[in-house]
């Protein structure tokens, strides 16, 4: 038998690798656990309850360093003076887009990845989603149900705290194992209400949310400052530095090296195993290979998927397990569409603290079979606040009159943030640029993104419907998202280019995300996922990541991996 | 070629020269990136343009029973962002504007704007401003329009705006959600109500 270094390797410390950390050393495995960025303690949220005039910039960041450095991400919405430190310099990290179909690949190398920074709404998938590819036949059928699932849904959120409410329990959001949610304002409260009465079948309520409402592990419930991705020191939203991370250390199981660029996988066609994980100091550029029993990938779906097309041998020269081809297509995301308004009345009221989490409208579209002249269907986020100081600006005059009126609450305003599931079509595409390389070595990834007839379709009706809702509550001033879609890749939940399946010809990995044709690898981040629903994806592939994680260790007692 | 931004200069990365044309057109980078390449200049304003900007700037939002924008500093929140963070073409429009500004005072008045009675001052300003919201098309944004945005902008993110005038509610532990406004409440500046994009255009 051949020794390894480890009993198993995760490759990323995000939302999905901090999961696999925490399950697999719970189990009694020794783990190293690999980041390609810097290490990042609570000591690194500096922008956390700093008010704009402590900012050089207020807030606005350095225009021009963000032009020339990030121009990539610092159009993602919690990208800004506050959070610069969490995001990858584009500059530094080029990646490729086809001019006519773009993709914007939104980046934070370092412990923790992107679940520092991540939106944190996390509904559960329902029934229907694990069963419309069989049902209409686009992408291949989950080769797992909701019951498959559902034991480890409950298992991710009692671990990492999802506050919500436990009333409405939708087929496209079933009621988990929750903390109490947090509350509606009035005006949120106006409009669930009015809507209610008009459309029976969609109901607006708070949004299942990754944040504490109740102390758990040692993490303190929310303190209402509002903006998550400055960090937080009292841990109060899932983070892999808050949570996962922590759990794994305390195992004494777990070891971690940071700025370590993983490169390539190595095959054994022997033992069809991964033999040895091939890295790249980020700063030395020093090589390395690591050898674990199991191997898990969670870099995120557009970097894990970079890593196993490089990772070539005789056996796999398209990338290690990719007999089927499938590996790098199927691409999918969310395109996000703001449809906002003004909400007459309840002047008197307003809301003290920042709440962090949205309130959110499940699907409502095709719940009964297929009923509408398009496929799937859409959600919604959305919040309501009071106007302030930012609406002077527009408003005529100036003075003491101004100032004035600047110091009172403007109106109630509403926003509806819908997105809609998007197909997996086999040109979203991900390959490696045959000549160019970044500066650890690593070819680049060339994205291929394009939205198809039927999102558009979906687009046009998010639209329709919110204004049509928005007027149900009285709504004036309704503005709407421009005709044209946004490019792909701002929804950030981009998944599908690894996908599971039951048939090794359609597929890349099997139900419990294991590869079809490499024994000891698995992928469980968002690439795995043969589709992308309506809902946020991280809770989902958190209890994939977990089921996974079991079923691997399972494996390994029984000497079959 | 236009001049590009140093660290797209290629080499610097250990990435070939096509590789960079690839890289910019990857993202959409216009190469020229008007501004970036010129260096902004230390001092943005004389003494007497920076005393004019105080000036307007105290116009529009005064000092009533809290401080106005001298007293919140926004001629220096101006100077920075004309230095530090408009492009070369939105400063120079900004200054040939105050320039404007400031001829079209002495042509009206035959005095310097700094040289006017109070009400004149008022009045002159209350014009423009009036006029460029009063939708007068300019073919580019007039001097008072600019000024107001940053005033308001600067103002309000001071801490003397986002506290004294207005109220700050950073952490509260609790959240209301319907509390009741009281006579004299002052609006909440908002943690992260300046996160949006200035338009310096």
Same mark, same amino acid.
């Given at each position: ?372 002249? $398009? /496929?799937? !269907? ?11 100081? #930012? *609406? %002077?600006?527009? +408003? &005529? ?110 597929? $890349? /990995?099997? !139900? ?11 992928? #469980? *981040? %968002?690439?795995? +996922? &043969? ?31 | ?201």
């Amino acid at each position: 038998m051949a020794n390894y270094d480890f009993d198993a390797i995760v490759i990323g410390s995000g939302i999905s690798g901090g999961w696999a950390a925490k399950e697999l050393t719970e189990k009694g495995l020794k783990v190293l656990l690999l980041e390609r960025g810097r290490s990042i303690s609570p000591a690194d949220y500096v922008g956390e309850h700093k008010p704009a005039w402590q900012f050089p910039f207020r807030q606005l960041g350095d225009r021009k360093r963000y032009e020339r450095d990030y121009p990539v991400q610092s159009t993602c919405y919690a990208f800004g003076e506050p959070t610069e430190q969490f995001w990858v310099k584009d500059s530094e990290h080029p990646y490729g887009q086809d001019p006519a179909r773009p993709f914007r690949w939104i980046r934070g190398f370092h412990l923790g990845g992107k679940s520092l920074m991540w939106g944190r709404t996390t509904p559960r998938w329902g029934p229907i989603n694990f069963e419309e590819n069989k049902r209409d036949g686009h992408g291949v059928d989950w080769p797992i149900r909701y019951e498959d699932i559902r034991p480890w849904y409950d298992h991710v959120e009692e671990f990492i705290g999802v506050s919500g409410q436990t009333e409405y329990d939708s087929p496209f959001a079933p009621v988990g194992r929750f903390q109490p949610g947090m509350l509606m304002n009035a005006c949120e409260t106006f409009v669930a209400d009015s809507i209610r009465k008009k459309f029976p079948g969609r109901r607006l309520t708070i949004a299942p949310s990754a944040i504490l409402t109740k102390p758990l592990h040692g993490r303190q419930p929310c303190h209402y400052c509002g903006p998550c991705e400055r960090g937080c020191s009292t841990g109060s939203f899932f983070s892999s530095i808050s949570s996962t991370l922590p759990a794994a250390r305390a195992t004494g199981n777990l070891t971690t090296i940071t700025d370590s660029v993983v490169v390539g996988l190595d095959y054994d066609p022997k033992s069809r195993k991964v033999a040895g994980v091939r890295v790249v100091d980020r700063n030395t550029r020093a090589g390395k290979r690591y050898s674990g029993r199991l191997v898990f990938l969670n870099a995120a779906t557009l970097a894990s998927t970079q890593i196993l097309l490089n990772s070539t041998s005789e056996t796999f020269p398209n990338g290690i397990g990719n007999r089927s081809g499938v590996l790098g297509h199927y691409l999918m995301d969310h395109p996000y569409l703001t449809v906002s308004a003004v909400i007459p009345g309840m002047l008197d009221k307003y809301t003290i603290g920042n709440r962090p989490a949205g309130v959110w409208m499940p699907r409502f579209h095709n719940v009964e079979g297929q009923t509408a002249p $398009f /496929l799937r !269907g859409f959600s919604y986020e959305a919040s309501a606040s009071r106007a302030n100081w #930012t *609406d %002077g600006v527009s +408003m &005529p005059g100036y003075g003491a009159a101004l100032k004035q009126r600047l110091r009172e609450y403007g109106p109630w305003t509403f926003g509806f943030y819908g997105f809609l599931e998007c197909l997996p079509y086999r040109d979203n595409t991900l390959t490696l640029d045959p000549v160019r390389k970044d500066q650890w070595g690593m070819p680049i990834l060339n994205t291929r993104f394009e939205w198809g007839k039927n999102e558009r379709a979906l687009a046009k009706q998010l639209v329709s419907d919110a204004a049509e809702m928005l007027k149900s509550a009285g709504a004036t001033d309704i503005s709407l998202p421009p005709d044209e879609l946004p490019p792909g890749g701002f929804g950030i939940h981009e998944v599908g280019t690894a996908r599971m399946g039951r048939d090794p010809a359609t597929s $890349f /990995l099997n !139900g419990h995300n294991q590869s079809h044709e490499v024994a000891n690898l698995f992928v #469980t *981040d %968002g690439s795995c +996922m &043969p589709s992308v629903a309506a809902q946020n994806p991280s809770l989902t592939f958190m209890a994939l990541t977990a089921r996974a994680a079991n079923y691997a260790v399972e494996q390994m007692k029984a000497g079959a991996v | 070629m236009t001049p590009l931004p140093e660290s797209l200069v290629p080499g610097r990365h250990s990435i070939d020269r096509r590789a960079f044309v690839q890289l910019a057109a990857t993202f959409g980078l216009s190469l020229s990136l008007p501004g970036l390449a010129a260096k902004a200049p230390a001092e943005p304003l004389s003494p007497d343009e920076l005393s004019l900007v105080g000036e307007v700037s105290e116009l529009i939002i005064p000092t009533t029973d809290t401080g106005g924008a001298l007293a919140a500093g926004v001629p220096d929140f101006v100077r920075m962002m004309l230095s530090d963070w408009f492009t070369t073409a939105e400063r120079e429009n900004f200054i040939a504007g105050m320039h404007e500004f400031s001829a079209g005072a002495l042509e009206k008045y035959g005095k310097k704007f700094a040289e006017l009675a109070t009400s004149q001052k008022d009045q002159y300003f209350g014009e423009l401003l009036s006029k460029a919201e009063g939708g007068e098309s300019s073919p580019r944004t007039p001097f008072v329009v600019l000024m107001k945005r940053l005033t308001i902008f600067g103002y309000y993110t001071s801490e003397l705006g986002a506290t004294t005038e207005l109220r700050q509610h950073i952490a509260t532990a609790q959240y209301e959600p319907a509390a009741v406004v009281k006579p004299g409440d002052r609006a909440d500046s908002g943690l992260t109500g300046a996160r949006y994009w200035f338009d310096a255009g």
